[in-house]
């Protein structure tokens, strides 16, 4: 039986994010120790929140075999017959009426599939701070992918709660991600702020509005310094979806007929697209069902070639290189005015030049929506944009160009601030468990 820890566990920060999960501990003068995940390319402090699922073969019984972070992007890499290789778990928790899904035959519930992620993460912070680790301060979106009310935010919480229970903490205090990401930026000022604070991830973008600063600290934490927080479960995710409905998919038959093309019928049926839009949908598509679909449509189709492709894309199960094809794209147009897209693999060839205007033009919903909840948060505070000192921004997809200039067109290129692009959330995180318990000490 495990022995109790001795003394309380140092203030542990957890971000699990959509995309990728960091892990930090504050020392009681603020230092931070963020842990350092092996790879098979050497360490890295974002662990990719995957998990890849095998059948292996062990003394003549097939057994079931699970690999998380980069090393379940190695063995998806390696395995000649594919495993399922699952993305983007936490945008499922919000969904009620999804509690499991079937891998490799077996049902899974989410909390279970998550809790195999939050299991390793442990075992490697433990490893790391050479300590058990049964507490931790966790961060958590204002707004879960996925949730219209509030219940649904009670409930995803609740499940990510189960979650960590599952894989052996004993005790999670959550709190809202971008106010971690504000205490990060606060260890970087010498006298108090107004701020707003961006966080732009893989599935949410959220925001908070608060007063932060070493007097603030000093004095101790006020509710009052907490104007607000908003919220949307729209992120880069969301970005992805767009490259793949504007330029993928066109490329795999979606606006193909069937034959006769007078009908107009589509040759493939739209939802199938949807589910290829969708990083944690798509390992969905290997199922006999969209086989029998997708070989009529072939044989039916005006374009066949174009359904031939979509055919090997998933019976090849091509999903988690498609993903890094677009994700490539994504990040060349954060940084040039024109990339191309290129996506190649065996037979399958995609290629095509994509101008930022173009791309920008993709996701001008998603921007217009991310510009409303900041309008809706300034409502809300009653708080005049005017009187914000400073603007920090962090994320992923903070490094969208059309991202950060929402706020530089708002409130000034020199107000706005970013870093820590990829652990910011998880040093407040730990930042603010330190805090906790000092005072509580
Ligand atoms: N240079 C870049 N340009 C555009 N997008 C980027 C860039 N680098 C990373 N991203 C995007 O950032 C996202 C991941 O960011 P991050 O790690 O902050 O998210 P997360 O914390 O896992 O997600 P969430 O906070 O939503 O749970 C991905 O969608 C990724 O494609
Ligand atoms: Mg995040």
């Known amino acids: 039986m495990r022995q109790p820890h001795p003394s309380p566990t140092p203030g542990i920060g957890i971000d699990f994010g959509t995309t990728n999960s960091s892990i930090a501990r504050a020392s009681t003068n603020g230092s931070i120790d963020l842990v350092q995940f092996p790879s098979r390319t050497g360490t890295t402090e974002s662990f990719r929140s995957v998990l890849y699922m095998d059948r292996t073969r062990h003394a003549g019984h097939l057994r079931l075999t699970t690999h998380t972070g980069p090393s379940a992007i190695e ?17 499922y928790l919000s969904a009620s009426n999804l509690t499991s899904t079937e891998i490799l035959g077996r049902p899974f519930r989410f909390e279970d599939l998550i809790a195999r992620i939050l299991t390793d993460l442990r075992l490697e912070a433990e490893r790391h701070f050479k300590t058990e680790i049964r507490h931790a301060t966790v961060g958590r979106p204002v707004r879960f992918v996925g949730a219209e009310t509030e219940a649904d935010d009670t409930f995803a919480q609740s499940r990510l709660q189960q979650a960590f229970t599952l894989a052996g903490f004993e005790q999670v205090h959550f709190v809202m991600e971008p106010e971690a990401a504000a205490y990060a930026y606060e260890a970087t000022l010498d006298r108090d702020e107004l701020i707003l604070i961006g966080d732009f991830g893989g599935g949410t973008s959220d925001f908070s509005l608060l007063r932060v600063g ?11 310094d907490l104007l607000g927080n908003s919220g949307l479960g729209l992120a880069g995710d969301t970005f992805d979806a767009r490259i793949v409905r504007h330029l ?25 697209y949807t589910n290829l839009e969708r990083w944690h949908y798509l390992s969905f598509l290997r199922t006999r069902n969209v086989t029998e679909i997708l070989k009529s449509a072939h044989a039916r189709a005006v374009e066949p070639d174009k359904i031939e492709a979509l055919i090997t894309l998933v019976e090849e199960d091509l999903g988690f290189q498609l993903h890094q094809a677009v994700q490539r794209l994504k990040y060349e147009l954060s940084s040039s005015d024109s990339a191309e897209f290129r996506f190649i693999d065996g037979t399958l060839e995609l290629r095509q030049q994509v101008t930022r205007t173009e791309f920008e033009s993709w996701i001008a919903e998603d921007l217009a929506a991310i510009e409303t909840c900041i309008d809706s948060l300034f409502q809300q505070t009653g708080i005049d944009p005017k009187e914000v000192d400073r603007v920090f921004l962090t994320g992923g997809t903070s490094f969208v160009p059309a991202v950060r200039s929402i706020f530089e067109r708002r409130f000034t290129k020199t107000k706005v601030r970013s870093g820590n692009e990829f652990t910011s959330v998880a040093r407040g995180l730990a930042l603010h468990a330190q805090e906790r318990q000092t005072r509580t000490a």
């Not at 070493?214 to 004095?219: A, E, L, M, T, Y």
């Not at 993928?248 to 199938?272: D, E, F, M, T, Y």
């Open 248 to 272: 993928v998919s066109p490329a795999l038959g979606s606006n193909s007929l069937q034959r006769p093309a007078s009908k107009h019928l589509p040759a493939v049926p739209a939802w199938i």
């Open 75 to 91: 063995h998806y890499l390696d395995a000649e017959k594919k495993g399922r290789l699952i993305q983007s778990l936490k945008s």
């Open 214 to 224: 070493p007097n603030i600290r000093r004095r101790g934490r006020s509710p009052q």
